[in-house]
């Protein structure tokens, strides 16, 4: 975000540019998403990191949601994604005391899924993308979907939408494929179909 575009910006002004409403089409993106942090990740970057499915983190990472020394609070998904990753309770001192996680304490409680040497954090990251974007695509895009509803249903709800998608996956070639390499014991090769 440019601070300097926004100091002077109106409420008129902020609402008629609505940047961050076409955020909402990368959290709506279909397949699995990786966010990979080395350094800074604060506000805006820390937010759209959030959108993602995974946070991979360099050992050098440091997150926080700073908005509350400028005046103003979250207003991309930090006040609810952040909330959902650590607790209401961290996510309130993030938010009305700037309070930083480093990767360890990122990884502690759950904003990041790894963390990795500095020196070593892209190649990793690149190979856990790789070894995801190897799996049958539409298992990955109705898991994906999936995880996702849990945060908007009740778990009996989740339950039902869950298994709905996985009854749906034996309508695949990818299923078939799965499940006949597995019981033969060769590597499938996944279709997309």
Not at 43 to 61: N, V, Y
Request: with cysteine; charged share 25%; aromatic share 8%.
């Amino acid at each position: 975000a440019d601070i300097k575009e926004m100091a002077s910006a109106s409420s008129v002004d902020m609402l008629t540019r609505d940047h961050i409403g076409s955020w909402d089409r990368v959290a709506k993106m279909r397949k699995p998403l990786i966010a990979v942090v080395a350094g800074y990740a604060f506000g805006g970057g820390c937010e759209l990191a959030m959108i993602c499915d995974m946070i991979f983190a360099a050992s050098t990472a440091v997150f926080g949601q700073p908005e509350i020394n400028l005046g103003v609070m979250p207003g991309a998904g930090g006040t609810q994604r952040l909330v959902r990753s650590v607790g209401k309770s961290l996510a309130m001192e993030m938010i009305l005391n700037d309070r930083h996680l480093r990767a360890d304490e990122a990884l502690a409680c759950g904003l990041v899924s790894r963390v990795f040497p500095e020196e070593t954090y892209w190649e990793e990251s690149l190979k856990l993308a790789g070894q995801i974007a190897g799996r049958a695509q539409l298992g990955l895009q109705l898991a994906k979907e999936s995880v996702n509803k849990a945060y908007e249903m009740t778990l009996a709800e989740g339950l039902v939408f869950e298994r709905r998608n996985f009854y749906f996956l034996f309508s695949t070639e990818d299923q078939k494929e799965g499940m006949n390499a597995f019981v033969n014991k060769r590597k499938p090769d996944w279709k997309g179909k």
